[in-house]
């Protein structure tokens, strides 16, 4: 189960809904070791594409850095998809390279009738897809 924050789950809505139509990437890092979601770091779609996300090379060396000297982690990595489900596409669960991340995706589309957005939480695991149960809290 991912347990997030008010405050993250809506900077996350946000960034979506901000670089729509385009897809919004980010990673919300935490404390080593603790599983627990804290510094929302939104990044540049460096693809630029309503289809595709990708980090840019250079920014993501920067920020792996950063979370090394802060002792912190990628505890979730998210991305929007804009005219389909929040589910991971083959494209997306072939880039999973984090065992321990939540992979969040967000939809811009309404694509169940039950509004213009889909807030998911997947565990990817050498290419196994789990779905799993978010949490919103209003503080840890």
């Known amino acids: 189960m991912l347990t997030l924050t008010q405050a993250l789950y809506d900077q996350i809505v946000a960034h979506a809904r901000e670089d729509h139509p385009d897809e919004a990437c980010g990673v919300v890092s935490g404390p080593a070791g603790s599983g627990r979601p804290e510094r929302f770091i ?17 920014d993501l060396l920067k920020l792996y850095r950063e979370m090394d ?23 997306d ?6 065992p321990g991340a939540h992979y969040v995706l967000v939809s811009t589309a309404d694509t169940d009738g039950l509004g213009d957005f889909q807030f998911r939480s997947f565990r990817i695991l050498d290419g196994e897809v789990t779905e799993e149960e978010v949490r919103v809290v209003e503080a840890y």
């Not at 802060?70 to 494209?91: F, G, L, M």
């Open 69 to 91: 000297d802060r002792d912190e982690e990628p505890v979730i990595i998210y991305h929007s998809h804009t005219a389909t489900e929040a589910r991971p596409s083959r494209t």
């Open 42 to 58: 939104p990044m540049l779609n460096a693809a630029r594409s309503p289809t595709f996300y990708e980090f840019d090379s250079q």
């Open 93 to 98: 669960i072939g880039y999973a390279n984090e």
